[in-house]
């Protein structure tokens, strides 16, 4: 109380905290320096200055006196202030006048001792010590005011001497040190399971920090190699334009140059015409015959190239070549070496390596005939001598022994360029009987269908005819099972997107391949197949 009360008489009143370079006006009142002069600063221009505390007033700026007293108190109460807040923790009990750290403190006592007390303290046995603690009444039985020492390990609690002989009677009873260490080693198995666990849970953190980066490094690197594509698209676009554009602007000078001089020979003939046109209309008005007469005939006075069908000036003047103005071999070239930029962009969608696919035989219906190396399926018009099991299909279809789960995956079809045939993925729960257990025809497949000479994406029954015809004899599908997208592309020059099915997948997908026969004039053909080339 004494200090704080001792602390209000040291505040400076207008900054309220202790005095720093405390000064004294002549009415007795103190004020840090910098204090009271940033005030005096603001008077300057009144012309009246006054004490912050009493409001006594003075004509001229007055002089600030050092309070060297004050200073030395002021700078001893912080020193002390600062040296009660270093003490933490527990202090002696006995140590009244200043706090002074505890090392030890006695059960019995209740009290808390610096190393000066501690050896003045009683060493009985009823004198428990341990280390400096502020609830040394949870220490003691609040029945027996005794110090518990012991535990009872059937109630789960601390109990003191008289407790061991009462209420927990027969049970069963250790001393809390020897009950404290069972605790403790307790305790550390179970600290060590929990190091093992966060120690796992760390490495996983690791590894999915690490996976995170590769995606990172991957996104980044895919977004640069985008990026460049791009780049050079744009460049190529702008070359193109510009090798165009000076094409067209150099055959508009020369087609120019050759119109306009054949306009300035026409103008000349133009001129030439009128200039006998005149002649003659002279001839025609003259009055001596003999004039007239010895003239040349008018037919003389044309030009004979005109007469004798010489160069063609009339309806048939020079025009520029309609078929040759730009030369097409540049352009054609340029679109060319975009198209195999577009090419290498579409290519690149899918990085990865094809997936490895070979047929299932066990799900081959027994009207197809399965080549040696598992890859190419044959419809056949002999059925072949395969057991009848629930997983092969009953008529014109296989699916591959391989499953995909995650990732992203390409392969490769050859087709044949008669009969039937659908190229696609579906889902191992698909029907093996019945039209519904075509590919395409269900909610668990999809596929990419010719039929008729016409080409199709089919699934769950809906067709989407093709705007185009297929005219490469290959197919590439590329599976993205995380993002849902199954894709089909022709492999011509350039590669052509075909069309896209996006869904969200629910079981693993295989692939899957149907094969059937072509009529021709009444009777079956047996020339469809599809080989998995990569």
Not at 104 to 126: I, P, V
Not at 468 to 497: K, M, N, T
């Amino acid at each position: 109380m004494a200090s704080a009360d001792l602390r209000d008489e040291l505040l400076c009143s207008i900054c309220l905290s202790v005095f720093k370079d405390p000064v004294t006006l002549r009415c007795g009142h103190n004020f840090c320096r910098v204090c009271i002069d940033r005030v005096l600063d603001t008077q300057d221009g009144s012309g009246v200055y006054s004490c912050p505390d009493c409001i006594e007033e003075f004509q001229v700026r007055p002089a600030l006196t050092r309070n060297i007293n004050l200073h030395n108190v002021a700078e001893r109460f912080l020193i002390t202030e600062q040296g009660q807040e270093e003490i933490t923790g527990i202090c002696c009990t006995y140590c009244v006048d200043s706090p002074v750290p505890a090392v030890r403190s006695c059960l019995h006592c209740e009290a808390s001792l610096c190393d000066k007390h501690l050896r003045a303290h009683s060493k009985s046995a009823e004198h428990v010590l341990s280390d400096p603690s502020t609830s040394l009444e949870r220490r003691k039985c609040s029945v027996h005011k005794k110090i518990l020492e012991y535990y009872c390990t059937e109630d789960a609690a601390c109990i003191c001497v008289y407790c061991s002989a009462g209420e927990h009677r027969g049970h069963r009873v250790e001393m809390v040190d020897e009950a404290t260490e069972k605790k403790k080693k307790k305790l550390r198995n179970i600290l060590h399971k929990l190091t093992i666990k966060r120690e796992e849970t760390e490495e996983r953190v690791r590894s999915l920090e690490e996976q995170w980066r590769k995606v990172q490094e991957k996104a980044a690197g895919e977004a640069e190699r985008v990026t460049a594509l791009c780049t050079d698209i744009r460049r190529r676009v702008d070359d193109l334009e510009k090798k165009v554009l000076s094409e067209i602007s150099r055959q508009e000078k020369e087609e120019s140059l050759s119109l306009s001089a054949l306009i300035h020979q026409l103008e000349i003939k133009k001129d030439e015409l009128s200039r006998k046109m005149r002649h003659i209309e002279e001839l025609g008005n003259m009055t001596d015959p003999l004039t007239v007469l010895q003239e040349p005939d008018t037919g003389d006075l044309c030009d004979p190239e005109e007469e004798g069908g010489g160069e063609d000036t009339g309806g048939h003047d020079k025009q520029p070549h309609d078929g040759d103005d730009l030369d097409v071999a540049v352009i054609s070239h340029t679109l060319h070496t975009l198209c195999e930029v577009i090419s290498g962009i579409r290519s690149g969608i899918y990085v990865v390596s094809p997936a490895d696919i070979l047929l299932d035989v066990t799900t081959a219906a027994n009207n197809l005939l399965i080549s040696d190396d598992l890859k190419t399926a044959t419809w056949t018009g002999e059925k072949q001598k395969r057991p009848e099991t629930a997983e092969r299909f009953q008529d014109y279809q296989v699916m591959s022994r391989r499953r995909f789960t995650s990732g992203q995956h390409y392969w490769d079809v050859e087709i044949s360029r008669s009969g039937g045939w659908i190229v696609g993925m579906c889902y191992p729960s698909i029907d093996r009987r019945g039209d519904q257990s075509l590919i395409g025809y269900n909610n668990k497949s999809w596929g990419l269908r010719r039929y008729n000479n016409q080409y199709s994406v089919i699934h769950d029954s809906r067709q989407v005819r093709l705007p185009h015809q297929i005219s490469s004899d290959r197919v590439r599908i590329c599976l993205d099972y995380e993002a849902g997208q199954l894709s089909f592309y022709e492999l011509c020059d350039p590669i052509r997107h075909l069309h896209t099915f996006t869904a969200t997948f629910s079981e693993p997908l295989h692939a899957a391949l149907c094969v059937c026969w072509r009529e021709v004039d009444g009777r079956y053909v047996v020339d469809s197949w599809v080989r998995i080339t990569g």
